[in-house]
């Protein structure tokens, strides 16, 4: 009896950006599927974040169609993304450290009581937020300004899975973590998935690439380079994507210790 196939939540087909001159994405196609975490790796500049505005509804695309849920819809900001279900936790985390938990996560949808903030529901409702994450020493009344790194990125996903998405974006959640505080972030992730998010991560890890996603899309200057299901690839191939036939790169992005490319002026290159 075969498996039934996986639903897919997000298409995006032959999308096109331009800045000026510059032509950040061309023809970049994707696909998500229902509880998945799709990798959107490549080199810098290789167009995953812009992509990933172009989806959370910040840039709006020069060409190419979006399809969610099986419709096709044009998003003319983030509220309009947020909207049907998608969210992206930005790098910078956009959290306010003169604020305790409970108030970022509950920035801007604060609850009211009349015209007053109902502060116990807004405590009582972060904290089955954190729960659901397992984050149950985390207190509410704590200003985020006192946290470490790994426990304000738990504070942003609290925060997007408040709003009920669908899909998540997640744009290099571990690049300035311990390695010990990167871990618990990749768990909180699979949780995500656990709950029926779709979940699209950027990153430069390779590492967590193999630890964490299902699917691999692969982008290299701004368009389409491959994709990979991640238990049958590895990282040398993946690598080989992201290169291509130049047989060299930078390696600076890419984290040099966790490829493990040994070499001293900072270029990886495919014959070692």
Not at 24 to 43: C, F
Not at 77 to 88: N, T
Not at 169 to 184: F, G, K
Request: proline content about 3%; some cysteine.
């Amino acid at each position: 009896m075969t498996e039934p196939q996986p639903r897919v939540v997000v298409e995006m087909h032959g999308i096109e950006k331009r800045f000026g001159a510059v032509r950040a994405l061309q023809d970049v196609d994707l696909i998500l599927h229902d509880r998945e975490i799709l990798a959107v790796v490549g080199d810098n500049a290789a167009g995953k974040s812009t992509l990933m505005k172009v989806l959370s509804g910040a840039y709006h695309p020069d060409g190419g169609r979006i399809v969610f849920e099986g419709r096709d819809v044009a998003f003319h900001g983030p509220a309009d993304a947020r909207a049907m279900g998608i969210e992206m936790v930005y790098q910078d985390l956009a959290l306010c450290d003169n604020m305790d938990v409970a108030q970022n996560i509950w920035l801007g949808t604060w609850p009211r009581r009349g015209l007053f903030i109902d502060r116990p529901r807004m405590d009582r409702e972060a904290r089955s937020v954190l729960d659901r994450l397992r984050l149950t020493q985390l207190p509410v009344r704590v200003s985020v300004a006192t946290l470490s790194g790994g426990q304000r990125q738990s504070v942003a996903l609290a925060r997007a899975l408040a709003r009920d998405p669908k899909v998540l974006i997640l744009d290099e959640p571990t690049a300035s973590l311990s390695a010990a505080a990167s871990m618990e972030v990749l768990d909180l992730i699979r949780q995500l998935r656990d709950h029926g998010v779709a979940c699209l991560y950027i990153t430069h890890r390779l590492q967590e690439i193999f630890e964490i996603s299902d699917r691999i899309r692969v982008l290299k200057r701004g368009r389409n380079a491959g994709v990979r299901t991640s238990s049958e690839t590895d990282e040398e191939e993946v690598l080989g994507l992201i290169i291509g036939s130049g047989g060299v790169v930078a390696c600076s992005g890419w984290r040099r210790g966790l490829l493990g490319c040994g070499c001293a002026d900072g270029v990886w290159r495919r014959d070692r």
